[in-house]
């Protein structure tokens, strides 16, 4: 599975838009890009993912570059409660048992 | 409630003693992982199991063994090799009737040897 390399931490003021960065320039033409968040002391959540074309579900947005080498995930109006480690991860999508998860973005949404 | 139950939440065991963390799901999910998470650090994984009776190594699977009896279950134990066991422990699974199907994660189990 490809590496990604994401930002450490990023800040946002609540009520706007956080835009988390992905780098994912070795990806594969199979793999798709997956993004979790981990709540302090929680199990990761699943939040998008998607193979090249843009995504959106109730949680966020998923764009992904044309080609594919980077990705943003959009929380559209960021919360208090969205604070966590955001994990963007690229994965074969059938048979991708070996799930690796990288150090992630630590988001801090401010009053 | 379909999900992954991991128990207990919070483990003390003396250096020395073997452990063994529960996982059980019941999302009819054919593929199970264990993940292991340090302070402040990403997720790295010990072991996963695509079917019963089959896992294969992750990236840091000395000191642990893991068992596949049932499709539901996938315990993991932490034995004395483990030289460094005080950790948060996260246990996830993923079934196959999509192809681009997402991983559910488990509560978590934190783990402190004493």
């Known amino acids: 599975d490809a590496k990604t390399t994401q930002p450490p931490s990023m800040d946002c003021a609540e009520g706007r838009a956080a835009n988390l960065p992905c780098n994912h320039s070795?990806?594969?033409?199979?793999?798709?890009v997956y993004w979790y968040r981990q709540i302090h002391s929680q199990g990761p959540q699943y939040i998008i993912h998607?193979?090249?074309n843009n995504e959106t579900n109730e949680m966020a947005s998923l764009i992904i570059t044309e080609d594919r080498k980077s990705s943003t995930l959009i929380l559209p109006h960021a919360t208090l409660r969205d604070t966590a480690v955001y994990y963007c991860?690229?994965?074969?999508?059938?048979?991708?048992?070996?799930?690796?998860f990288g150090a992630g973005t630590r988001l801090f949404v401010k009053a | 409630d379909g999900g992954i139950t991991q128990s207990p939440k919070y483990l003390f065991r003396k250096e020395g003693q073997n452990v063994t963390l529960s996982c059980e799901q019941n999302?009819?999910?054919?593929?199970m992982y264990w993940y292991r998470q340090d302070p402040g650090q990403g997720l790295r994984l010990i072991y996963y199991?695509?079917?019963?009776?089959?896992?294969q190594k992750g990236d840091i699977a000395e000191g642990y063994s893991v068992s596949r009896e049932k499709k539901e279950s996938f315990p993991l134990t932490v034995t004395s090799a483990q030289k460094n066991p005080t950790a948060f422990y996260l246990c996830?699974?993923?079934?196959?009737?999509?192809?681009?199907?997402?991983?559910?994660f488990g509560p978590g189990t934190r783990l402190t040897v004493l």
């Open positions: 070795t990806i594969s033409g199979n793999e798709y």
């Open positions: 996830a699974s993923r079934g196959y009737v999509l192809a681009d199907n997402e991983q559910f």
């Open positions: 991860i690229v994965r074969v999508a059938a048979g991708g048992f070996k799930t690796i």
């Open positions: 998607g193979l090249k």
């Open positions: 199991s695509q079917i019963v009776n089959d896992f």
């Open positions: 999302l009819n999910h054919d593929a």
